[in-house]
């Protein structure tokens, strides 16, 4: 397959904007065909919709390319059948997809990148006792909440649009004014995948799946204004001893 399109994806939930603007030009710039590059993770644009970006934009075969040192097994297993799930879903046959091969199997670049540790040892920064600090001032003390919410945006709720319901759920907190009352925290993969996008709401022990914008509005209103249950979204409490149905 010769692509028209690259879809990069990484692994690395940790990544500052400015990082991410800076590699997905980088890549841009040193191919000649259009791409993209996607987080798997966090509040970048899942890969569903990168893919159905590039469909939009008339491109018919797609390389998706994973970038890690290493990219994770876990994430290179689990990618073809998101993808896979993905081409179902669009009932489309004109498309062609492909998951290239790691990127450590298939290039020298990890030699390369020992190479370079020494060819620039004269540009290291020398450690010293000048500034001995494993934190920011203040960061012993949490803040003071009612709700501690854990919001999973791992790779497979972050596949289920994960990041778009952090951005709805802060906008809902802070629109019905209880953001005095709740600590928010992404987290990485929580477990069960197949429940997402969902959050965990402590010390209450309560995990809700939350599928869409009027989910996230009676989450809000219900968990953590009215300080009741939300059942029709509640699958998992920890208190309880099995999963409700």
Not at 23 to 40: D, F, H, K, Q, T
Not at 101 to 120: P, Q
Not at 213 to 226: L, M, P
């Amino acid at each position: 397959m010769q692509p028209d399109a690259i879809l990069f994806t990484i692994s690395q939930h940790n990544l500052s904007a400015g990082r991410f603007k800076v590699m997905a030009g980088r890549l841009e710039a040193a191919i000649n065909v259009p791409s993209m590059l996607v987080r798997l993770e966090g509040s970048s644009t899942s890969l569903p919709d990168a893919l159905d970006a590039l469909v939009a934009r008339s491109h018919r075969r797609i390389l998706i390319q994973p970038i890690g040192l290493p990219f994770t097994e876990s994430m290179r297993a689990w990618l073809p059948g998101a993808v896979g799930n993905w081409l179902e879903r669009t009932g489309r046959d004109d498309l062609e997809l492909a998951i290239g091969r790691e990127v450590l199997e298939t290039t020298d670049l990890l030699e390369r990148i020992a190479a370079s540790a020494l060819d620039n040892v004269d540009t290291a920064e020398p450690a010293t006792t000048a500034k001995t600090s494993l934190g920011k001032p203040g960061w012993e003390t949490p803040p003071a909440f009612a709700h501690h919410i854990l919001v999973c945006t791992g790779p497979r709720c972050h596949y289920r649009d994960a990041a778009s319901m952090v951005v709805a759920l802060k906008s809902e907190i802070s629109r019905q004014k209880a953001g005095h009352k709740c600590l928010t925290t992404r987290t990485g993969c929580m477990f069960p995948c197949n429940k997402g996008p969902m959050v965990a709401v402590y010390p209450r022990g309560e995990w809700y799946r939350l599928p869409d914008g009027e989910a996230v509005r009676q989450f809000v209103r219900s968990v953590i204004v009215e300080e009741t249950t939300l059942p029709e979204h509640l699958f998992f409490s920890a208190t309880a001893k099995a999963a409700i149905a």
